[in-house]
């Protein structure tokens, strides 16, 4: 069974930083990209960073370029975002998602976590 399990989330104040994780198992996720997508409260679930299957290539949403990393263990099975210079517009639960490709996640992955909800106060 295909798990991809999210951790990280919380409460924190603005300008301030977070860790979210999302370990993947239950299958070899070689060729699979894999990232971050988030929904906050009344609005439609948007992408947020991922990288290739390869690794080569990382992609970000413009409104978190330069404050978000996306990031990797070298056994390719935990994914990690990492979050500074958060903004109360942030709140929301972030969702872990892999999709079968070497580019960019689309907007329907093969595999979706449950969420971390990550709320910041202003």
């Known amino acids: 069974q295909v798990q991809l399990v999210e951790s990280g989330g919380g409460l924190v104040q603005a300008g301030g930083s977070l860790r979210l994780s999302c370990a993947a198992s239950g299958r070899t996720f070689t060729f699979y990209a894999m990232g971050w997508f988030r929904q906050a409260p009344g609005k439609e679930r948007e992408f947020v960073s991922s990288f290739s299957w390869s690794g080569r290539n990382t992609y970000y949403a413009d409104s978190v370029k330069g404050r978000f990393t996306i990031s990797r263990d070298n056994g390719k099975d935990t994914v990690y975002l990492q979050m500074s210079s958060l903004e109360p517009e942030d709140t929301a639960i972030y969702y872990c998602?892999?999709?079968?490709?070497?580019?960019?996640?689309?907007?329907?992955?093969?595999?979706w976590g449950q969420g971390t909800q990550v709320t910041v106060s202003s």
């Open positions: 998602a892999a999709e079968r490709t070497d580019y960019k996640l689309g907007p329907s992955p093969d595999y």
